[in-house]
């Protein structure tokens, strides 16, 4: 199964907003509410910051939001900070029971 | 406070055997449900196995069926992956991560994570 569709690279100017879009289809990202973020710092271990489409766990930044539309979801940060480049990975269940990674996003703050 | 400390990793030949093992704290295993997703060098999640708060299902990436187990030791707290017929593919580092749904079976998300262990393979 192909990992789910995400643009390379994005990058942004501290206090903008930019969105990560995650591209998939009717058997994955279409078919459930069940699409998580993810941000990962060099070296470090993967964190979550989205779960089922939009929810936001608690201590995560409100600057942090998601959505869905069809077969793409869509991770927003608005008021860019520094401390927020970083990879960024979504995630989906599927309707084979697995569930499949977006291929990463790395995010650059200018 | 959650925490999850993976063990285990280390080089290995092509074709061989390594069991990973997971040590939870802050929570019991035996209430959630667990995942192992990997992280090759340089390269993006890949998600591994998943295994049912009860233990009753388990399910697996394509990637890995058939080679590799998932379970765990209820009394010692600790979630186990076996992998066998080990191939280059399979270097990455492991993490075990808990699913933020109890219950989930498996459409859930990955909650809190360890540090991973790394596994190579190689000859």
């Known amino acids: 199964q192909s990992a789910l569709s995400q643009p390379a690279s994005v990058s942004g100017s501290p206090g903008q907003s930019i969105t990560i879009s995650c591209t998939g289809t009717?058997?994955?990202?279409?078919?459930?509410?069940?699409v998580s973020w993810y941000q990962q710092h060099p070296g470090k271990a993967p964190k979550l910051l989205i779960y089922?489409?939009?929810n936001r766990p608690s201590g995560i930044s409100y600057r942090f939001s998601g959505s869905k539309s069809g077969n793409t979801a869509s991770l927003t940060i608005s008021g860019l900070q520094a401390e927020d480049e970083a990879d960024y990975y979504c995630?989906?269940?599927?309707?084979?029971?697995?569930?499949?990674f977006g291929g990463g996003t790395k995010l650059t703050v200018l | 406070q959650v925490h999850l400390v993976e063990s285990g990793g280390g080089v290995v030949q092509p074709g061989g055997s390594l069991r990973l093992s997971c040590a939870a704290s802050?929570?019991?295993?035996?209430?959630?449900?667990m995942h192992w997703v990997r992280q090759a060098p340089g390269k993006g999640l890949e998600w591994v196995a998943f295994?049912?708060?009860?233990?009753?299902?388990?399910f697996f990436a394509d990637s890995v069926k058939g080679r590799f187990t998932i379970s765990r030791d209820n009394s010692k707290n600790t979630l186990y992956l076996q992998m066998n017929s080990l191939r280059p593919d399979d270097t990455a580092l492991y993490y075990c991560?808990?699913?933020?749904?109890?219950?989930?079976?498996?459409?859930?998300?990955?909650?809190?994570w360890g540090q991973g262990t790394l596994v190579t393979v190689s000859s």
């Open positions: 802050g929570f019991t295993l035996s209430n959630n449900a």
């Open positions: 295994i049912r708060y009860d233990g009753s299902n388990m």
């Open positions: 991560a808990k699913d933020g749904n109890p219950y989930s079976n498996p459409a859930g998300y990955f909650e809190s």
């Open positions: 089922d489409v939009s």
């Open positions: 995630n989906s269940y599927t309707t084979s029971a697995t569930l499949l």
């Open positions: 009717s058997s994955d990202v279409g078919a459930y509410a069940s």
